[in-house]
């Protein structure tokens, strides 16, 4: 007698909470191109807003959405501070739940964010989009691989300016801010180069909110020790008020990877490459926000998909929470 185990192979089902900037320039047409998934449900303030991304249907609120059994998987990208109230809702909905950057407000939300996603047998990752980008995931490997030796040096900016006067990100109760919009990618970049276990310190930060009620520029000097005793230091900057580059270097004992153009967490539209110890290897355009969408989706399908570890978002939430810290 065989036996057939049922696979699942239908697309998966995408509710789209909240249709900004994000889900409009970027997120919605990477799931309408992507294959195995579907936009198949969005809810906005503006229902017309929400009806622009063509979505299967659109809610007239994001609890519509959740309510809807046909949902798979919700994608949240509203203003920070709401975040973790809809991961919640959501993952209660029996949703799974892809969530912007940065996952919470706080190391214990976020924490708890993944406790109950466990708890509830749902998948759930922050949306930092980088960490799908293949240039990153080789960057990944190849420290994974000793290409550096033991990583000693890091050095990493995420900055930009023109926030428009009504945005979120000039709102501290909203989670605005520099370190929570675009500091976020340069710690990500560390911990994703580091074992689990590493532990980190943060010997000096400072903000400058120039006249904002937000830090528009943090910056932040990091220290780290791995399980085997290895240390290493970095610093980062994070700015709403310089001019648009993003870098990234790490040095090791025995070697060094730079990303040589100014796009290193954002590679999209055009080709990259990066210098391994001298070597130049190339990275065709890709949209890291398809893969994102797609890796997530087989994951949930059991397709052998790829997601960053829950440990990754809480270390970058407890590395934020420390620099707040130190900064203020
Ligand atoms: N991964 C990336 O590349 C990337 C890039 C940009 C932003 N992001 C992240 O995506 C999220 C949204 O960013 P965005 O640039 O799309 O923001 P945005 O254009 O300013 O949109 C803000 C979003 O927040 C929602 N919202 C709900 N209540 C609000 C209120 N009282 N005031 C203002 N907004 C409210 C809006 O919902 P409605 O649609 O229902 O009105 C809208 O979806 C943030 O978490 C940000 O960090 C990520």
Redesign the pocket.
């Known amino acids: 007698m065989t036996f057939h185990m049922e696979v699942d192979t239908s697309p998966v089902r995408w509710g789209f ?7 409009q320039r ?1 997120t919605a047409a990477a799931v309408h191109e992507g294959e195995g998934i579907e936009l198949f449900a969005a ?4 229902a017309q ?2 009806a622009t991304i063509n979505p299967g249907k659109v809610h007239a609120t ?1 609890d519509d959405l959740l309510s809807d059994p046909e949902v798979d998987a919700v994608y949240i ?4 501070d ?2 973790f109230p809809y991961i919640e809702a959501s993952l209660h909905a029996g949703k799974h739940v892809l969530c ?3 996952m919470t407000m706080s190391a214990a939300d976020t924490t708890q964010a993944y406790a109950l996603a466990e708890e509830r047998g749902l998948l759930l990752s922050e ?3 980088s960490l799908w980008s293949p240039r990153m995931r080789r960057i990944n490997q190849l420290v994974a691989q000793g290409a550096v030796g033991s990583p000693r040096n890091y050095l990493s900016t995420f900055t930009f300016s023109g926030i428009p006067e009504d ?3 000039l709102a501290p109760e ?2 605005g801010g520099a370190l ?2 675009v500091g976020i990618y340069p710690l990500h970049g560390i911990v994703a180069l580091l074992p689990e276990e590493t532990l980190y310190s943060v010997t000096s930060a400072s903000a400058d909110n120039a006249g904002y009620r937000v830090d528009m520029t943090t910056k932040a000097q990091i220290s780290w020790e791995t399980p085997d005793g290895n240390r290493g230091s970095g610093a980062i900057v994070a700015s709403f008020d310089m001019h648009p580059s993003q870098r990234f270097m790490i040095k090791g004992t025995d070697g060094e990877i730079s990303i040589p153009d100014d796009q290193s967490f ?1 590679q999209w539209h055009e080709a990259g490459d990066l210098i391994v110890n001298g070597a130049v290897e190339s990275f065709p355009a890709v949209n890291p ?1 398809r893969l994102m969408f797609e890796q997530f989706s087989k994951c949930i399908r059991n397709q052998g998909g790829w997601v960053p570890g829950p440990w990754q978002s809480i270390r970058v939430a407890e590395i934020v929470e420390e620099i707040q810290a130190r900064a203020n």
């Not at 809810?43 to 503006?46: G, I, K």
């Not at 990208?77 to 920070?80: E, G, Q």
């Open positions: 909470i909240g249709v900004g900037m994000l889900a970027a809810a906005a303030r503006d807003r929400a994001y990208s509203l203003n920070n709401a975040h912007e950057k940065p949306a930092t989009w945005n979120y990100r909203q989670g929570f919009d954002t926000y």
